[in-house]
């Protein structure tokens, strides 16, 4: 059964101190894995698909980059508007398109 | 503009009754699902559809029903069956030959 893990559950930042979100994963064959964004009482916002290992993506403050075992988003220089919910996807090789989500972490970026 | 709504943004049912929520996407995706989200848990698949007309059990189904008679539209029935419907609920769609699935603003059900 595939498995994602996020960490830290939550993170609390300053402006501008730069970090890191990681989502773990076991999965029998990785066909892609997702980041998404959630605020507060809305649908997640799709971010970035990695799709092997040594891949990365980039977009405004946020970067994404994937092993065989885990990902990060690295988060440079954030502002209080990045504060959200973040949430990691994989799916597997198998017959379709399954999606696995971890639960997310947590972060607020304090002014 | 094209993307997915839900509807409505909030529900309120009381025990024993069944309750539709909508969601249609103007993306011209094939595969659709329907999602819950509870505090502290992943998102838990409830139902997906790949085609019109046919659709798929997911890990939590019991207690609840889909049909797919457009490729626009794809509503969930909570029926009283499901012993616990209080959650969020998101709808999602996906284009041809990709996973990259897009949501909804959900729908936010509470059981009275």
């Known amino acids: 059964e595939d498995q994602v893990t996020q960490s830290p559950e939550a993170l609390r930042l300053q402006e501008g101190e730069s970090s890191s979100l990681n989502c773990s994963y076991t999965v029998s064959g990785l066909r892609g894995l997702f980041w998404y964004r959630q605020d507060p009482g809305k649908g997640p916002e799709f971010l970035f698909t990695l799709y092997s290992a040594g891949e990365e993506k980039e977009k405004e403050r946020l970067k994404a980059t994937l092993t065989k075992k885990e990902s990060f988003l690295h988060i440079t220089a954030p502002k209080p508007e990045d504060s959200a919910t973040y949430l990691c996807?994989?799916?597997?090789?198998?017959?379709?398109?399954?999606?696995?989500f971890g639960t997310g972490t947590k972060l607020q970026v304090i002014p | 503009d094209g993307g997915i709504t839900q509807s409505p943004k909030y529900l309120f049912r009381k025990e024993g009754q069944n309750v539709t929520l909508s969601c249609e996407q103007n993306l011209n995706h094939d595969a659709m699902y329907w999602y819950r989200q509870d505090p502290g848990q992943g998102l838990r698949l409830i139902y997906y559809?790949?085609?019109?007309?046919?659709?798929q059990k997911g890990d939590i189904a019991e207690g609840y029903s889909v049909s797919r008679e457009k490729k626009e539209s794809f509503p969930l029935t909570v029926t009283s069956a499901q012993k616990n419907p209080t959650a969020f609920y998101l709808c999602?769609?996906?284009?041809?030959?990709?996973?990259?699935?897009?949501f909804g603003p959900g729908t936010r059900l509470t059981v009275l």
């Open positions: 999602a769609s996906a284009g041809e030959g990709t996973d990259t699935q897009y």
């Open positions: 559809s790949q085609i019109v007309n046919d659709f």
């Open positions: 996807a994989v799916t597997n090789s198998g017959g379709y398109q399954k999606v696995t």
